[in-house]
């Protein structure tokens, strides 16, 4: 394929070297004199292990030349692929001059053409901004309409530093965020020699999934680095430790936990997690990401609180008191919290769990249940059946197989609140849906 790449910084010269090495014809395009001057002499000025050896080769073979005009090579390409730089601004804002100008240059140059160019965002952007800023330009510029005179496909960069040449040949998989599935399918071609899933998504999870990937691996760093500097005050080996917990990969380094939904609750997590922070604080370490987590936490039952307030029905049943299906264990769960916070707006609320019956509960957890919930026996129902018939709002806080049956079977329209994303295939279900915590 003949391709552009626009920016040659380090995720352009790799993409440009490595698509040239796989037999491409590549053209670099970028304003800073030096670097196309350097890039025409077989060398590059970033240093990344195997990158020299690339340039020269595909320089040498004439699949990989640079240069600062790429306007009027618009017409004998295929492929732009945006690679330019979108760093912070002052206050963290992400500054897009680059990606305008850019997107100008190639919009003048999609005027005259007349076959189908497809313009890649591989820089890391904010959701939208390939729709809207990307594409506004290019369509005024151009006087194109995208999706049916050019393509437009966001497909982000997983490179690291220091090992992005084999990185960019063993990925993960390839993300393929499209604006339609014809410009999708031309950028697939880029990718047939590389032996890694072509995930096909939309431009903004694309684009979103970039920014969570790195967020997440932020994350971990953070992470580890509290539960180390935790480790050091106590005198306990942090590696070995941190290898402990890698190494459940069922519950640790796994999918588990990871889902967006409600938040948590139950006898362990905000127990323990107050130890470590309570603890750290008595010994004088700072850990903020461990202290932020049970704040998020309740955040999730505030905003569930607000969209009720939001939907409006006074009459709500609620789905699960537990924090989880096949226990009725009690204590922390957020669930009650809630139904306290919409009991204070006035709410008439009913519950239905199969696993919680108070007469059958003893010790501690009954002492819980009757300290929190002491109408718990006037609002229990005996069915989920029941308790459909008097409310008009059902807040689904478990994963319970049928739930969604029952209620297409009970005919009446009812708004449900889905905390927990049981409702999958919404055009199915015949009454207003609120999905998940995304609103
Ligand atoms: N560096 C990484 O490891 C990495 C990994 C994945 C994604 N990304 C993302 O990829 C994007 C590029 O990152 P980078 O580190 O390669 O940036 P960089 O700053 O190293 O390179 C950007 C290049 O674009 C050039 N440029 C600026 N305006 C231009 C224009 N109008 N036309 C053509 N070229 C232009 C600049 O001169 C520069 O050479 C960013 O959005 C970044 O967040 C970076």
């Not at 979108?86 to 190639?106: F, H, W, Y």
């Not at 922070?277 to 309740?298: K, M, Q």
């Not at 609180?305 to 009725?328: A, H, M, W, Y």
């Not at 957890?365 to 008097?390: G, K, V």
């Amino acid at each position: 394929m003949r391709i552009l790449v626009w920016g040659l910084g380090y995720v352009g010269t790799v993409s440009a070297g490595c698509l040239a090495d796989l037999g491409n014809e590549v053209i670099g395009v970028e304003p800073h004199h030096p670097k196309v001057k350097a890039i025409n002499h077989g060398l590059c000025a970033i240093k990344e292990p195997g990158l020299q050896e690339l340039v020269r080769a595909t320089v040498e073979s004439s699949h990989f030349r640079a240069t600062t005009d790429g306007l009027n090579l618009i017409p004998q390409s295929d492929i732009s692929l945006i690679c330019v730089g979108t760093p912070n601004g002052a206050n963290g804002r992400p500054r897009l001059d680059a990606i305008e100008n850019v997107s100008r240059d190639i919009g003048r140059g999609l005027r005259h053409i007349s076959h189908y160019h497809v313009v890649v965002i591989r820089s890391t952007v904010f959701p939208g901004t390939s729709r809207h800023l990307v594409r506004s330009i290019l369509e005024e510029q151009s006087g194109k309409k995208a999706g049916e005179d050019f393509g437009l496909v966001m497909n982000p960069e997983f490179l690291r530093e220091g090992s992005a040449v084999n990185d960019f040949h063993t990925p993960s998989y390839t993300i393929i965020g499209e604006l339609d599935k014809h410009s999708g399918e031309l950028v697939d071609r880029l990718y047939q020699k590389i032996n890694a899933p072509l995930k096909h998504v939309t431009l903004e999870e694309a684009e979103l999934l970039k920014i969570t990937n790195n967020a997440f691996h932020a994350l971990k760093v953070g992470f580890g680095n509290e539960i180390g500097r935790l480790c050091d005050h106590l005198r306990i080996d942090s590696h070995r430790l941190m290898e402990l917990v890698c190494e459940d990969s069922k519950l640790n380094i796994s999918p588990a936990y990871l889902r967006p939904g409600f938040a948590f609750g139950g006898s362990c997590l905000p127990k323990d997690l107050r130890f470590i922070t309570y603890n750290a604080r008595r010994l004088g370490i700072e850990v903020p990401i461990l202290d932020a987590i049970l704040y998020s936490n309740d955040l999730q039952v505030t905003l569930a609180r607000l969209k009720l307030q939001e939907i409006g029905f006074k009459n709500v049943g609620v789905l699960g008191l537990s924090f989880k299906p096949g226990t009725d264990d009690l204590r922390e769960s957020p669930i009650i919290r809630l139904i306290q916070d919409l009991w204070q707006d006035g709410f008439n609320v009913l519950v239905y769990d199969p696993d919680v019956n108070p007469t059958e509960m003893l010790g501690s957890n009954l002492a819980y249940l009757s300290r929190q919930l002491p109408q718990i026996n006037d609002i229990l129902c005996d069915s989920f059946e029941q308790m459909l018939t008097q409310c008009e709002v059902v807040v689904i806080s478990q994963k319970r197989p049928g739930v969604l049956e029952a209620i297409q079977k009970f005919g009446q329209r009812l708004v449900i609140l889905d905390l927990v994303r049981m409702t999958d295939h919404p055009e199915r279900l015949m009454f207003k849906e609120y999905r998940g915590m995304s609103w």
